[in-house]
DNA sequence: AGTTACCTTGACGTGCGCGTTAACGTTGCT
DNA sequence: AGCAACGTTAACGCGCACGTCAAGGTAACT
């Protein structure tokens, strides 16, 4: 069960186009700290794991969608090793005290998050509706002084 | 009437502030062509009025909001000139015909503009809802793992 | 007339986010 | 063993969106 139809593991060709990145970007965003160097096959190649496609896709939603700089978002997305880190350790309970700090944290994080979104959202519907109103004034205006050529429609 | 509460022209000290920018980045979008050259005094300082900042604070939207770049957000503006040639030559009834054109024609980039902002808005709704998921799991997590802690709130 | 604050136009510098090229190693197939 | 496809690092380049001087003019007040 490697290759059915999701490779457990992708050469960084692969990865880079079902992310829509080029591959320069995804070496760019390991040398940035970004990604955490994905394991590697004997011959050096790069291997990308299922996680490291959902990171690279987090981080690709934060630039495009919100617009953040690479250094913002490696802030940002060490909550998610947390995540990784529950799904890892999920039984060696090696210090749950500080793991549950650890997660808190995150939930911390991620409620900025939520709350960055949720402010954006807030703006752009304003924008929303200021370009609604816009486009009744272009109607009212169309309709006023130039009938006729709405009659064709 | 000039001075009691909202100078009309301002200067581009206090536009740049109460825009939120630089004066370089004024000076910069003009030179882009982004704003059409302000009035100049008669010693050459430039005097912003109250459209030219009604026009820098929607070129400040789209780019933080949408993060378009300075290119995009030039053509996506020229509408705006439409606006205000209608209150312009509101009267002046030149060509009614061609612009009946023109407002059409800034009627379909405005929806198009729409268009863009409901999908990213979507795209927005939906990463916060993974994002609340998560949150859901850290909570859930800290309840059954760590639940001594939380009884502390 | 002098001072201070504000403005002007160049022109060069800068950080980010990659693109591109060069020189070279690896994989997999025949 | 050879070839094509794919990968590697290192280094330079580039466009965007300004930042940052430098050298000088203007406004307004005293």
């Known amino acids: 069960m490697d290759d059915a139809q999701g490779h457990a593991y992708l050469q960084i060709g692969e990865a880079a186009e079902r992310a ?3 591959q320069r970007t995804l070496r760019y965003y390991e040398e940035k700290g970004l990604l955490n160097p994905p394991t590697r096959m004997d011959g050096g190649f790069r291997l990308y794991s299922a996680d490291d496609m959902e990171r690279i896709d987090r981080i690709r939603q934060l630039k495009e969608l919100l617009g953040f700089s690479l250094a913002d978002i490696k802030e940002m997305i060490e909550s998610d090793d947390v995540r990784l880190q ?7 309970d090696a210090d749950t005290a500080e793991k549950a700090e650890q997660i808190r944290r995150a939930r911390e994080v991620t409620l900025q998050q939520i709350g960055l979104l949720d402010q954006k959202m807030q703006k752009m519907n304003a924008m929303r509706d200021t ?5 009744e004034k272009y109607d009212t205006w169309l309709l006023e002084r130039a009938p006729a050529l709405e009659a064709g429609r």
């Open 20 to 22: 829509q990145l080029t």
């Open 86 to 92: 529950i799904r890892a350790e999920w039984r060696s």
């Open 131 to 135: 370009l609604a109103e816009r486009i």
